[in-house]
């Protein structure tokens, strides 16, 4: 191998452990971070007596969730307005998905773990044309991590405007209302139903960090897994297009060449496309394992995103007081931006790894002779089955899925508009 090889290789290398380590802070916020230590051997709750901090955090977010359902139950006995009783239903139904993604995803740690190692092993695989893609390499690696960067930092920004939103408008609220009144009310950031009383300054404190913690924890719990899930997605389809690029240049040699010539040109080709197989199938099983990991969470999330993002647009639209409504915008471009990044990747998967049967296609396969045509043969068949994600095998995750998310949350949107108005017509 020549240094510019070594540059390439490294450079890549260099790039995956870079994401790796930023992901790894997300997900240490909430006691997730990635251990090696976590085998085969250990069992679920070996691996969560190890994981502490993950532990305390779940039975807290767990201690919200009691309290908002709660609060939806004393909402429904005291016939709450339809506002009051959609401005509480984001909030839970988010905190729920923050529990099953990080709940499985501390579940199957021993697989994110093979996951990352397995990622590492196909990269170190080099072959003698690396050096011919070496330009197209360095700008496909280029436009897919501007566009895994833009992704994450939009997500990042709106997940932190939105929290940072509910964690100011209390203060706001209480500054307005003294201002009007010449009295302190004490709010909180969400609708929780606590056993003391709520408006007293003994107590408002603790009670004010115990949602504003939940919240961080919850957001924390979905971005942390999601960004894993994309870091790794990003680069899987890195390798997928890498290696497309090389079956379409691989050396099948021609029926014209001499023996002697054609002997080696055969050896030649066997040991490029033992290695091109190899890599392809550790391709197949790391999607394989981010099925595994994210499948029955993925299903969770798309069941939930219409009612999501509907009922965070209703808010937007029906909440008189702005300072209540401003963290629902943040909230909706997070929420819709978290299932666009979940649905963009599963697509991509399918996509480049469908692509790897038009590379034989596009390779010099009519100047082969009959045992190599065998070969590619096989290998483009295989590949017409592609590599995807479901939601627990009930649907694809593709851009299709997130066009069906987006339907039904217009279609569950004009619902309660329709409800909404009636409502008001019969108070009226």
Same mark, same amino acid.
């Given at each position: ?67 908002? %359902? /709660? ?9 709450? #307005?339809?506002?009051? $009783?959609? &401005?509480? !239903? @984001? ?76 964690? %100011? /408008? ?9 201002? #009007?009144?010449?009295? $302190?009310? &004490?709010? !909180? @950031? ?239």
């Amino acid at each position: 191998m020549d240094t510019n090889e070594m540059e390439q290789e490294s450079k890549e290398k260099d790039l995956f452990e870079k994401y790796l380590h930023r992901t790894n802070k997300l997900l240490r916020v909430t006691g997730m971070d990635l251990k090696d230590d976590d085998g085969d051997n250990k069992s679920l709750i070996q691996r969560l007596r190890h994981r502490w901090f993950y532990c305390f955090n779940i039975f807290y977010l767990g201690t919200s969730i009691m309290g908002q %359902i /709660g609060w939806y139950i004393e909402a429904i006995i005291t016939d709450r #307005s339809i506002t009051e $009783i959609t &401005y509480f !239903l @984001p909030c839970v139904t988010f905190c729920c998905l923050g529990n099953m993604k990080g709940y499985y995803f501390m579940k199957h740690s021993n697989l994110v773990c093979e996951v990352v190692n397995s990622l590492r092993k196909v990269q170190n695989f080099t072959m003698e044309m690396r050096k011919y893609r070496k330009e197209v390499e360095e700008e496909m690696i280029k436009n897919r991590l501007w566009l895994y960067n833009m992704f994450t930092y939009f997500l990042l920004t709106s997940t932190a405007i939105a929290l940072l939103l509910f964690m %100011i /408008g209390p203060f706001l609220i209480m500054g307005v209302y003294y201002y #009007s009144t010449g009295k $302190i009310l &004490y709010t !909180l @950031p969400f609708f929780l139903w606590y056993p003391v009383d709520q408006t007293k300054l003994t107590n408002w404190p603790f009670l004010y960090l115990h949602q504003i913690w939940s919240g961080t924890v919850t957001v924390f719990m979905v971005f942390g897994p999601d960004n894993f899930f994309a870091t790794c997605s990003t680069f899987i389809n890195i390798q997928f297009h890498c290696l497309q690029y090389d079956i379409e240049k691989i050396d099948i040699g021609t029926k014209n060449r001499n023996l002697k010539s054609s002997r080696y040109v055969n050896e030649r080709f066997r040991s490029q496309f033992e290695q091109i197989i190899h890599r392809h199938k550790i391709l197949i099983s790391l999607v394989n394992l981010l099925e595994s990991i994210y499948t029955k969470s993925t299903l969770f999330n798309v069941a939930t995103s219409s009612l999501i993002i509907c009922v965070t647009g209703f808010n937007i639209t029906t909440i008189e007081n702005k300072i209540l409504m401003m963290p629902f915008i943040s909230f909706f471009f997070m929420s819709m931006i978290q299932v666009v990044v979940l649905c963009y990747y599963g697509d991509k998967i399918m996509q480049y790894s469908e692509e790897i049967s038009d590379a034989v296609y596009k390779s010099q396969w009519y100047f082969a002779d009959a045992a190599v045509m065998k070969d590619l043969l096989f290998l483009s068949i295989r590949s017409r089955k592609a590599c995807k994600l479901t939601a627990y095998q009930f649907t694809d995750i593709n851009l299709n899925t997130f066009g069906r998310i987006m339907g039904r949350s217009w279609s569950y949107f004009a619902l309660l508009q329709t409800v909404y108005g009636g409502q008001g017509i019969k108070n009226n």
